[in-house]
């Protein structure tokens, strides 16, 4: 009841909102939210992480199609749902106090993708997957193109023609592994591992490339990732956090879940590409970041290069490399929605996100820069934030395949130091200047979200242990799948 509970709550609530639309909207949104987060809450408690796949439903669904409602749950998948769930309800609170109240659709919207990125998170038929993968650009992109900033229109179609284009490669490559299947074909998850391990090496190869492309664009890693700056800074704040904080790892989890254990000879022939376009990611996205004079950009392109030594370490077949992943999409989550908050006060609060028209905030704002700095250092890996557990393992994972590559996606972590303690230090410290002279410290609402979310930031960093004993079996799982296969190839 849960399982189906915390996939369909989202959607009812969203009906009802479309249907009612109440004037408390974003009142009923939020309980809404809550609500999802509580039964969320109630399965990490009954959760078993020694199980490989709990909370699992499947029934069929088109039978004719070897179809199947088919979901579940382990440690990976399970972390994913409560990155989504806890952070909806701060979404949708974070955008009460800016002045610009907004429409029964745009919370239902938000819940609406809410349902589809749990779905994503929780499918274990590939037809499902899709279906839940494609609802999801639906309500967002609504988002961006009526509540986006200037030239939405263009931003957002540009975002739209990329995303649907690599779905496309991906239900190609479904299509192809479900004819496979043999017999009445279908579209489970373990039938389609064992259709794609039969597969050639040239088979798998292409295989490969249709779903990497696809979860490329959704990460994005270069150089599938020119859709993302422009989107991230036209998009409503919201909508921006949607994307970066949640929806982003959307394509982590599909090269974990789906790529490796499918196709794992195309893995092994492609994988040192992958990892060096990543890589290339990394100090691309870097660069770029450290010229940049809106603050609301240089953290976009900082998602970029994050992302890359994320989708680097997952893609060297290791179990740090795949744990650190985990654990970064969880901190990367917390972290990017807590920066681009900050990013939407102080536009606010000074009507610009110019890096250099803003000045001595912390003179005004203390506590609002101290919570900046605490979030910023989990950012850049900092010890004892929960930044620097992820970065540590993928970095190590990376070193261990390669030296040279290690060195050089380390330099996220140096790169990343630079351009976001120079944003800190211009836009915080020294002296206030016209455009901050009357910036106001946090306000209760505004605390409600950002103390949560640095909380969070500490906890994971100094305390890591819950999330890798809850996805350690899971990972296990999928390299032992990828490793027997390798054997017996062999």
Not at 45 to 64: C, E, H, N
Not at 403 to 417: D, E, K, M, S, Y
Not at 461 to 490: C, F, H, R, W
Request: hydrophobic letters at 55%.
């Amino acid at each position: 009841m849960l399982t189906l509970f915390i996939i369909f709550w989202p959607l009812v609530a969203a009906i009802l909102l479309f249907l009612f639309r109440p004037a408390n909207s974003r009142i009923f949104a939020f309980a809404a939210s809550l609500l999802e987060l509580i039964a969320s809450l109630a399965i990490v408690y009954l959760f078993d992480a020694s199980s490989i796949d709990t909370f699992s439903i499947s029934v069929p669904w088109i039978q004719k199609l070897g179809i199947s409602f088919s979901v579940g749950m382990d440690g990976i998948s399970l972390l994913l749902v409560l990155l989504t769930t806890v952070l909806t309800p701060f979404i949708i609170f974070s955008s009460f106090g800016n002045g610009q109240p907004k429409s029964h659709t745009f919370y239902g919207l938000i819940l609406l993708m809410q349902m589809a990125l749990v779905g994503v998170f929780m499918a274990r038929d590939g037809f499902l997957f899709y279906v839940f993968w494609e609802m999801a650009l639906i309500p967002i992109y609504f988002i961006c193109l009526m509540w986006g900033g200037e030239n939405r229109g263009r931003v957002t179609f540009k975002f739209f023609v990329y995303t649907l284009a690599g779905s496309l490669f991906m239900l190609i490559g479904l299509l192809y592994l479900y004819f496979q299947t043999g017999g009445d074909h279908s579209f489970d998850i373990n039938q389609l591992y064992l259709a794609g391990q039969s597969l050639t090496v040239s088979e798998q190869s292409y295989i490969f490339w249709a779903f990497f492309l696809a979860f490329a664009i959704k990460m994005p890693v270069f150089p599938f990732h020119t859709w993302q700056p422009d989107t991230y800074v036209t998009a409503p704040f919201q909508g921006t956090m949607l994307l970066s904080a949640i929806m982003l790892k959307m394509g982590i989890y599909g090269l974990i879940r789906w790529l490796l254990p499918m196709v794992p000879m195309g893995v092994e022939q492609w994988g040192s590409t992958a990892i060096i376009l990543s890589v290339i990611g990394i100090v691309y996205a870097s660069c770029i970041a450290l010229v940049q004079k809106d603050i609301k950009r240089l953290i976009a392109y900082s998602s970029i290069a994050h992302v890359g030594l994320i989708s680097a370490g997952v893609f060297t077949l290791t179990k740090i490399g795949i744990q650190g992943a985990v654990i970064q999409m969880i901190s990367h989550g917390v972290v990017v929605f807590g920066l681009f908050y900050i990013v939407e006060l102080i536009l606010d609060r000074t009507k610009t996100h110019a890096i250099s028209e803003i000045s001595g905030v912390r003179l005004n704002a203390p506590i609002f820069a101290s919570v900046f700095l605490i979030i910023l250092l989990g950012s850049i890996a900092l010890p004892f934030t929960s930044g620097f557990v992820g970065e540590f393992l993928l970095i190590n994972s990376l070193i261990q395949y390669s030296i040279v590559i290690g060195i050089i996606a380390a330099l996220t972590t140096i790169l990343g130091a630079v351009y976001m303690l120079r944003a800190f230090q211009q836009t915080m410290l020294g002296e206030v200047n016209q455009n901050s002279k009357l910036f106001l410290d946090l306000t209760t609402q505004e605390k409600i979200v950002l103390y949560p979310i640095t909380l969070l930031v500490l906890v994971i960093g100094i305390y890591p242990t819950p999330l890798l004993a809850l996805s350690e079996p899971a990972v296990n799982q999928i390299l032992m799948i990828v490793s027997d296969y390798m054997a017996s190839v062999k």
